[in-house]
C-alpha cells in the first residue's frame, strides 16, 4: 500500500531554470495539497487541487509559480525562472474523497523534495 | 485567517520525564485538529485526528486531547525514539479541505 510519492527527492536548479516537482497521491484518493516549508519555517499552505480542478491556489505565488493534477498521471508543481528564495522543501499530500463531508478529511504526506538553487 | 500556535517551541526530557505540548488555534467552524509527527528530512507523518472539544485519542506514550480553543499532547515517558519535531494543523468548515499549520514543537528526549 504505497504512501503518496513524490520525486525527485532532491533537486538542483541554477538560477533561471525552471523546477518540476511530480507527486502521486495515496491509491483511492482525488485531492492533492502542495505545502512548501523554508528552513526554520512552518509548513505553509501553497495550493490545493483534484483531478483537472484547482480548488484552491491562494497560497501559491502569483508568478512563476503553476500546479495542475491532470486526469492521468502525477501532480506536477512547476517553478520558472527559479530565484535563490525558491530554495526550500515541497511537500506533497493527498487525501481521499467522499469521507462524511462533516468530519475532517485526513491528509498523508509525502517524503518531500528538496529544492537548491545556486 | 486561521491561527495555530504551539509552545514551547523546543523540549528537551530525560528518558521518562512526561511533558505535554500546546496547541491554540483560533478557526471558523473547526472541522478538525491535526497532530503530526515530522523526523528531520522527512514529511510529516499522521498522529491523530480530533473533531470536537471533549475528544481524546491515545497511541503508544501519545494522547492528544480537545478543547474549544487548543489542543494538548502529551507524551508519558518518553523515549529516545519520540525525539522530533510535533506539528498541529486545523482544517476549518466549508468546502476548502486544506490544514493550517503550527510553527511546531521539537522535542528532544535523552538516555
Known amino acids: 500500500n504505497a504512501g503518496v510519492m513524490q520525486n525527485p527527492r532532491h533537486l538542483v536548479r541554477r538560477r533561471g531554470q525552471e523546477a518540476r516537482l511530480r507527486c502521486s497521491p495515496m491509491k483511492g484518493h482525488s485531492h492533492v495539497y502542495w505545502y512548501r516549508q523554508l528552513p526554520e519555517e512552518g509548513l505553509k499552505f501553497m495550493v490545493y487541487l483534484q483531478k483537472e480542478n484547482i480548488i484552491d491556489e491562494s497560497g501559491m505565488p502569483k508568478e512563476r509559480f503553476s500546479a495542475e493534477f491532470p486526469k492521468e498521471g502525477p501532480s506536477i508543481l512547476r517553478i520558472q525562472q527559479v530565484v535563490r528564495g525558491d530554495s526550500a522543501a515541497y511537500f506533497c499530500a493527498s487525501s481521499p474523497w467522499g469521507q462524511d463531508p462533516g468530519l475532517g478529511n485526513t491528509i498523508y504526506f509525502g517524503e518531500g523534495s528538496w529544492l537548491t538553487v545556486v | 485567517e486561521d491561527q495555530v500556535t504551539q509552545s514551547p517551541e523546543a523540549l528537551r526530557l530525560q528518558e521518562g520525564e512526561s511533558s505535554s505540548l500546546n496547541c491554540s488555534y483560533t478557526v471558523s467552524g473547526l472541522r478538525g485538529l491535526f497532530w503530526y509527527r515530522q523526523d528531520p528530512g522527512k514529511g510529516p507523518e499522521f498522529l491523530f485526528t480530533?473533531?470536537?472539544a471533549g475528544e481524546e485519542k491515545e497511541k503508544e506514550r501519545l494522547k492528544a486531547t480537545l478543547t474549544k480553543k487548543e489542543s494538548f499532547l502529551h507524551i508519558t515517558a518518553p523515549k529516545p525514539e519520540d525525539s522530533a519535531t510535533y506539528l498541529c494543523a486545523v482544517q476549518a468548515g466549508g468546502n476548502d479541505y486544506k490544514l493550517s499549520f503550527g510553527a511546531g514543537t521539537t522535542v528532544t528526549v535523552r538516555a
Open positions: 480530533l473533531y470536537s
